[in-house]
């Protein structure tokens, strides 16, 4: 495959990414919030492929496997499955209303493309300005996390978050040393059992998934 | 550890120094010990291992509480006196060093033995001894879930404070250093239940953590940013620094080290966790512990800094003399008996402060027999300290354990249920006190000739000074005595005040043994001055640069300076006053007319008496209480004379604890209240504190 075409498809998908994320930013129902991730996370897994393809590197290959049995198969069902046990197949409810928060995403994007430019300059890769693109997905998963009241579209934002940061890694700067990555997939598995086990607790304790509870513990 | 490490003969360094004095005996058995290749510092390093391995067996045999008190604390005093022996072998020695292959990357451990350690050693050793021997009786009626735990820190106690005498780097010291506070901290709290006593530990750990971190700064000044391979002793030795910047050290480490030692205005602790602890941990963290303070200014002053100035002197004898009267003050008008002791250590704190004080004073102007007079002083009382304090203290663990009671309002005539521990803290008693011919005499009596030696100094406004302090100590020593009287007096003497509860029982035999050995420390360092002096010697010749020696041939006499001018023979005293009440016996029991009378003690030809109408703790205390009105925070409330019930409370509190400490308590709720304003347990508003930080990184970075 020639190269322009490497690169038209990269930022095809790239531009697939940060529509993703603007889609999980105005989604209002939590099991598609959680199909999205998986589309999100199909979409890195494929530019992680077409990098390792295009400039023959093999352990990219390794990544893109790794993320698409990670993050397209097993979080999404290890997420399907801790909704259904915890029967929580409410709408989510935002902080501030979606609209809003969409004209403050795209105040995000725009902040973020300006913030990537001189360094895409620098970048000799074939993949330059796709580091803005990166950023944006991060901050716009940040302010996810931040405008949702209930615990589980927030760990969803967290682990969107980290496919931005992943995406920046393989595709911007054509991947960090395997070990790195391993490490870092293993990181996203515990954090999201331990997020499942804190789930339980906090229902536990407050009967609710709604973490605005969580102000009771303060000591006055 | 030493062994494989000299097999692979990589880190291991010695360097022997030469010792300007040896003595014919002492180098006739170091040829031996040369053979057998061991240094003291071997030996030292393997006390300490030996300490931690019973600590962990104290642990591991936590069913059998049985094995922990009979086996475990007896093993742990023969070790003890292990140490104490290898400290009195190394204090004759060269210094010896080793390096440890452990520690920070490019600052391994150092450990280093030389004279002023080997004595502080000895100290430890010795006073450790005789109170593990007690904790062997004393901790028997322990549950048996905590006791393992407290043989582990209590062992782990002691080795840490051998650690912080061994240390030869400032890392090396400042984890010994934090390993005793946070050891002595589990065994303040060891009853966590009681809240006052939770209160206590805090107070004691938090001002253990302001002190340590003025040590920590002061080694910083004296490394002077030359990387981390400066932070050993050895590099500080070398470094010269300006007058300015070893004044700082100075000041730093007179902070940190006085907030162990309980200098005013740091003294809040030791009131509150001596009475919390039991009592054989009061006694150790009384009688040694604090002492480990004293070794780190001695070090910091003598050793570490090169040069000293005057001033410094003045400030730690205004410091000492002010903390020694403030003390023996408090003291007098304690009513528990725990905190009685807790404000004479203080005192005694106070008294080490003052000869460490004149040592510098004498140092700096060249007077080094004067200092080298002073300095013998100070460590004189600091090993007398040692003993009589310990004793005291495990002989109020006794009473507690008799009675049930810290109050001194309801104990007396304990002397005929408790003959042995009375007799025992008797010897205590008499040596606190400073009477001959007992060792708090001997030490007094040299700190006193070293201010009566002092007239020639060149700086006149020290000269007018100097008798003014040797007029404070005088009335702080009377007033300590006083202070005992009240203690021993109350509590032994008399009728039994308030209820008779059941009979109290004395001291078994493990405490017994502990007891007697202290109390046999205190008699033959009273009445071995001038041997004790003479070891003493092999530590100021490294400090200041001369030993005291005595002017008079032979051991009967101790004569500091000149035999004409002042000389003290403990043996002819006690002699003399064995003679006068020989004599006395004898000429009663011949000329009396022999009948014999049994009549209530005190009742002055009054027959109706009641327990209720002797003299109280709080009453003798009384006139110390009126005369130094102005220091104390007092409450009373006194019952009118009608009342058929009357009641009278009355308190005497520091009133620097109201004037200093409420204060900085109030300033750091205020600051603590501004920083919570941030925390809202609102999760989001932390992750916008993230975003926002982000952003601002970010967009400006």
Known sequence: MPISYSIQIINLLASMLLLIAFAMLSQRRILSLINLFAWQGLVLSLSTFVVAYSTDQHHLYYSAGLTLLLKVMVLPWLLHRLIRKLNVKWDVETLINIPTTMLVGIGLVIFAFNLAAPISQLSESITRGLIGIALASVLLSLLMMLTRRKAVPQVVGFLAMENGLFFAATSATHGMPLVVELGIALDVLVATFIFGIFFFQIRETFDSLDITNMEKLKDD | ?701
């Open chain 2, 1 to 701: 550890m030493r062994r494989g490490e000299r097999a692979g003969q990589v880190s291991l360094s010695r360097v022997a120094l030469a010792t300007p004095v040896r003595l014919i005996s002492k180098s006739v058995k170091k040829i031996r010990m040369d053979i057998v290749g061991v240094l003291p510092l071997d030996v030292a390093g393997a006390v300490i291992v030996l300490w931690l391995a019973l600590g962990l067996l104290g642990l591991a045999l936590q069913r059998s509480p049985h094995l922990i008190t009979n086996v475990i604390f007896p093993v742990g005093a023969i070790v003890s006196l292990a140490l104490a022996a290898t400290g009195l072998w190394a204090l004759g020695e060269a210094a010896s060093y080793a390096v440890l292959p452990m520690g920070l990357p490019d600052l391994p451990l150092h450990l280093r033995l030389d004279p002023l350690s080997a004595f502080f050693l000895i100290l430890l050793g010795g006073a450790s001894f005789g109170v593990s021997l007690f904790s062997a009786g004393y901790f028997k009626s322990m549950q048996d879930n905590t006791l393992g735990l407290l043989c582990l820190e209590y062992h782990l106690f002691l080795a840490s404070m051998a650690l912080v005498l061994l240390a030869d780097d400032a890392y090396m010291f400042m984890v010994a250093w934090e390993t005793m506070a946070l050891s002595s901290y589990f065994l303040v709290t060891t009853d966590h239940h009681v809240p006052d006593i939770r209160k206590a530990g805090f107070l004691y750990l938090l001002i253990a953590h302001v002190g340590a971190i003025g040590i920590l700064l002061s080694f910083g000044v004296m490394q002077g940013g030359h990387g981390i391979g400066a932070y050993t002793f050895a590099a500080m030795r070398d470094a010269h620094l300006s007058a300015f910047w070893s004044s700082v050290a100075f000041l730093l480490a007179l902070f940190g080290f006085g907030a162990k030692a309980g200098l005013l205005p740091l003294h809040v602790w030791l009131p509150e966790a001596h009475p919390a602890a039991p009592s054989p941990v009061s006694a150790l963290m009384s009688g040694i512990m604090l002492k480990t303070a004293i070794y780190g200014i001695l070090r910091v002053t003598f050793d570490l800094l090169g040069a000293q100035q005057w001033w410094w002197g003045v400030l730690a004898l205004a410091l000492g003399l002010i903390t020694a009267i403030f003390g023996v003050m408090f003291a007098a008008v304690q009513g528990d008996m725990k905190r009685l002791l807790a404000y004479s250590s203080i005192e005694n704190i106070g008294l080490l402060l003052v000869g460490i004080g004149l040592t510098i004073i004498f140092h700096v102007y060249g007077k080094d027999a004067l200092a080298a007079l002073s300095l013998t002083a100070t460590l004189y009382h600091s090993l007398n300290h040692a003993f009589f304090k310990s004793l005291l203290f495990i002989g109020t663990g006794s009473i507690l354990h008799a009675t049930g009671e810290r109050n001194m309002g309801h104990m007396g005539g304990l002397i005929r249920h408790m003959p042995w521990v009375a007799v025992l803290m008797l010897v205590g008693v008499l040596s606190i006190s400073g009477l001959p011919p007992f060792n708090g005499f001997v030490s007094e009596w040299l700190l006193l000739q070293a201010f009566l030696l002092s007239p020639g100094l060149p700086n006149s406004y020290i000269n007018m000074l100097i008798p003014v302090a040797a007029a404070v100590i005088a009335l702080a020593a009377a007033l300590a005595a006083y202070v005992m009287v009240k203690f021993y007096g109350i509590i032994f003497l008399g009728q039994p005040r308030g209820e008779a509860r059941e009979q109290p029982h004395d001291a078994g035999i493990w405490e017994r043994i502990g007891l007697s050995w202290l109390a046999l420390g205190c008699v033959v360092l009273g009445l071995a001055p001038v041997f004790v002096v003479r070891q003493l010697d092999l530590v100021t010749q490294v400090l200041v640069g001369r030993g005291l020696g005595n002017a008079a041939a032979g051991w009967l006499f101790l004569a500091p300076v000149d035999i004409e001018r002042a000389s003290y023979s403990p043996v002819y005293f006690l002699l003399a006053v064995l003679g006068v009440m020989l004599v006395t016996a004898v000429v009663v029991h011949y000329f009396y007319h022999g009948r014999l009378r049994r009549g209530p003690a005190w009742d002055c030809g009054f027959p109706a008496q009641t327990s209720r109408m002797q003299d109280t703790a709080e009453g003798f205390g009384q006139p110390i209480r009126r005369i130094f009105e102005p220091f104390f925070r007092i409450e009373s409330e006194l019952p009118s004379p009608f009342d058929t019930h009357p009641r009278y409370h009355g308190r005497s509190d520091d009133r620097l604890w109201f004037a200093l400490y409420l204060p900085i308590k109030r300033i750091t709720e205020k600051l603590s209240s501004w920083a919570s304003l941030l925390q809202h347990g609102r999760i989001h508003l932390y992750l916008t504190y993230t975003f926002v930080t982000l952003i601002v990184l970010l967009a400006f970075v």
